[in-house]
């Protein structure tokens, strides 16, 4: 009979012997170490599923905080889960995920962020969410360095000026500057993908106006582009870094993930090519209401009418949602969510409801692959 529960100090070196086992092989370096805050007792909060002491199937949690305005949204992330060969098929997954999402809602976690897409999760009140514009940026043959202007790599001397950019995203994990510098180092998605990530920033008159984390493909990836997969400092300014350093590196195109909310950034690139994806991975909510009343700052700090919304959760997943002077309307789960989270989202709420434009609803998520990924 399996025991699940949260892991001890002493069963992260499993964990990550086993996550090593299922998802590394022998040209990358381990989990512990491009995941270091998954794989230490300090910071996560992951669970297991054991027998007879031996570790069979590991679901790495970790908690965070994600910065919406004013909002401060206490979020987890699930990743690096995996269950040992001989353990397959004995209903280890779904039991650890129940757990985990009992521990999410009881400490008091607004969402988990799931770093997969498959049925595990689709039937357990996981969806997708949010929407993100990929770019192909094409080189610019007539980009040049202004006077003054310098696209370098990011150094120990720019760690409080890129800090500082980064606070400056709307939506955004909300990370220390320790928090930043150990993420870069490890490489966590890098390391997934055996691509070499980078910071490089923008150099103004002494002044650091922009950076971007970007992924470089292998020598073995020839075909691949590179991936750019956050940023920050004004949109114009960011452009102009991705132009200097594909001139530098002499790269012909590369991929820009801008999620929906980032107008400005999209406005600069509308002359480039683009796809539509969601954001990656899947969302859970323990608490619609919860949820309502930490982003009451950011609707009313937006004007948004949403924020005079108010949310009862009903028996079997459905919600229903009151505004004055006009009907009451239940919708489910998964409706919900294109509401919350989908800008495109149309024919939701009755026609006696304000517009979507006045209700402003849609809630902004950063894109789950950066410098932070779990």
Not at 345 to 374: H, N
Request: negative net charge; contains cysteine.
């Amino acid at each position: 009979m399996a025991t699940i529960r949260m892991l001890q100090a002493l069963d992260y070196d499993a964990a990550a012997r086993l996550s090593d086992d299922v998802f590394r092989n022998e040209k990358q370096m381990s989990m512990a170490h491009s995941f270091s805050y998954l794989f230490s007792p300090i910071t996560a909060h992951s669970f297991g599923a054991f027998e007879d002491g031996e570790l069979l199937a590991h679901m790495g949690l970790l908690p965070s905080v994600v910065r919406i305005g004013r909002s401060r949204l206490p979020v987890f992330s699930l990743g690096s889960v995996c269950t040992s060969e001989a353990a397959r098929g004995k209903g280890f997954g779904t039991d650890l995920l129940h757990k985990v999402q009992d521990h999410v809602a009881s400490t008091g976690g607004v969402m988990m962020f799931v770093s997969g897409g498959r049925s595990l999760y689709t039937r357990n009140r996981c969806y997708p969410f949010g929407q993100t514009q990929i770019y192909t940026v094409t080189a610019d043959a007539n980009v040049a360095e202004e006077s003054g202007v310098t696209a370098r790599v990011l150094t120990e001397n720019d760690c409080f000026a890129w800090y500082e950019l980064a606070q400056q995203r709307e939506a955004a994990f909300d990370l220390s500057l320790w928090d930043m510098h150990g993420l870069e180092h490890g490489g966590a998605f890098a390391s997934c993908v055996m691509m070499k990530p980078k910071v490089y920033v923008l150099e103004r008159n002494g002044h650091i106006t922009a950076y971007i984390y970007i992924l470089f493909p292998s020598a073995k990836q020839q075909d691949a582009a590179p991936r750019v997969y956050e940023y920050g400092g004004a949109a114009e300014e960011v452009a102009y870094l991705l132009q200097l350093v594909m001139k530098q590196k002499q790269i012909t195109a590369s991929q820009l993930y801008v999620p929906w909310q980032d107008t400005e950034v999209s406005t600069c690139l509308h002359g480039y090519s683009s796809e539509e994806e969601p954001n990656q991975g899947t969302l859970y909510v323990p608490s619609i209401e919860r949820l309502f009343r930490y982003m009451q700052n950011w609707w009313s700090d937006q004007g948004a009418l949403a924020a005079h919304i108010q949310v009862t959760e009903l028996e079997g997943g459905n919600v229903r949602l009151e505004y004055p002077d006009a009907a009451s309307v239940e919708l489910t789960e998964s409706q919900l969510f294109s509401l919350l989270f989908d800008p495109k989202a149309t024919d939701i709420l009755p026609p006696e409801w304000p517009s979507a434009e006045q209700l402003k609803i849609t809630i902004p998520l950063p894109y789950t692959i950066g410098l932070f990924y779990v």
